[in-house]
């Protein structure tokens, strides 16, 4: 689950995405997963203008707020299941954990990666978290261990 900034809106992952205004209680959205891979993880951008939304057909998903319009699709190249995904700060940087083992960080802007971190414990990876500035990566993976990387921008 992710909250909206400002802290009236709040996303739920499941089989697909369900949005709900906390002042209400009413939901306002369904948001239906393309791939039918299931949402693992949701998060919004820092603005609240974008929802990223990880799914366990290896894909994630930037969603405009607004509209609730897919703007860009984020594949994983090795294809597995994505876990996580987490904003930096600026909301120009996602970064997304796979089972895999790998961690991936993306530019929301161009849809590209722009640096891969590999578990060196041969495990999955099910969370990822920046650190404040945005300049450490903590990737925690299936057997428990978290690593922490240096993010240069």
């Known amino acids: 689950m992710a909250f909206q900034p400002g802290g009236t809106t709040l996303a739920a992952a499941g089989d697909n995405i369900t949005v709900w205004n906390t002042k209400t209680g009413k939901v306002t959205a369904t948001l239906i997963d393309p791939s039918s891979g299931g949402v693992n993880s949701v998060a919004f951008g820092p603005g609240g203008t974008t929802l990223a939304a990880a799914d366990g057909n290896g894909r994630t998903y930037l969603w405009d707020t607004a509209s609730w319009q897919i703007t860009a699709t984020l594949t994983n190249p090795g294809g597995k299941a994505v876990e996580a995904a987490v904003f930096g700060p600026g909301g120009i940087t996602l970064a997304t954990a796979d089972v895999d ?8 802007r161009t849809g590209k990666i722009t640096a891969t971190f590999t578990d060196p414990g041969g495990s999955g990876v099910d969370s990822v978290a920046f650190g404040p500035g945005g300049t ?18």
Do not use: F, K, N, P
Request: hydrophobic fraction near 40%; avoid cysteine; glycine fraction near 12%.
């Open 101 to 108: 083992g790998r961690a991936y960080l993306w530019d929301t």
């Open 136 to 153: 450490i990566l903590a990737v925690g993976d299936t057997d428990g261990t978290t690593y922490l990387w240096r993010v240069t921008r």
